[in-house]
């Protein structure tokens, strides 16, 4: 790689490396130094073939979601979250709403099976159409659509206190990298 390249390497990575963090911790079940790993190699393997990328970003959350399909393919399913450091405690009643929803999601995220939780992220949080979700994972667009359908209904039966969270427009906006789901009993 040339020295313009090695630039405009370093600038994607310092200007769109947190957003692909937070897909990849999202992708990785919640957490977040599976998720580091994960953007650390997909990053590796971008600048590998970096002069002839023609998206970047598209590219690297590509490598992003076909190394989770591999992951979960290989691997069981881990039973143990290990974290460096206790979540959030919340700092008074601005952020202890947030971060109440924030640990409610991962939980209820962290018992979906892998294939179910990428579908969520790649439809919901990527916000991509079924078809572009079915070309990513390599099955077809009713095999997307089942699996969305499943792992809803499985998030409702794991986390039936988000229906205690929800809220009205009229209320603040759910943290960054959420969407509001109808969680219904």
Same mark, same amino acid.
């Given at each position: 790689m040339?020295?313009?390249g ?7 990575v ?58 979960? #393919? @290989?691997?069981? +399913?881990? %039973?143990?979250?290990? $974290? ?8 008074? &009643? =601005?952020? /202890? ?13 962290? #018992? @979906?099976t892998? +294939?179910? %939780?990428?579908?969520? $992220? ?8 079924? &078809? =572009?979700? /079915? ?50 009993p």
């Amino acid at each position: 790689m040339d020295a313009a390249g090695q630039e405009g390497f370093r600038e994607f990575v310092s200007n769109r490396s947190a957003a692909l963090l937070r897909t990849a911790v999202l992708l990785s079940g919640g957490d977040r130094h599976a998720g580091e790993d994960l953007l650390q190699n997909a990053l590796i393997k971008a600048a590998g073939r970096w002069d002839r990328i023609e998206e970047p970003e598209a590219y690297v959350r590509q490598i992003l979601y076909r190394q989770q399909v591999s992951r979960w #393919r @290989l691997k069981g +399913r881990r %039973r143990e979250l290990t $974290v460096a450091e206790p979540p959030d405690s919340g700092s008074g &009643a =601005d952020g /202890a709403g947030a971060a109440e929803l924030r640990l409610v999601m991962r939980e209820a995220l962290s #018992r @979906l099976t892998a +294939r179910q %939780r990428t579908v969520l $992220v790649l439809r919901f949080f990527e916000d991509l159409p079924e &078809a =572009d979700v /079915a070309r990513i994972l390599g099955c077809s667009v009713g095999t997307v659509r089942s699996t969305t359908h499943r792992s809803l209904a499985r998030l409702r039966a794991h986390a039936p206190e988000l229906t205690a969270l929800g809220r009205s427009d009229a209320e603040e906006p759910l943290p960054r990298g959420f969407a509001a789901v109808e969680v219904r009993p």
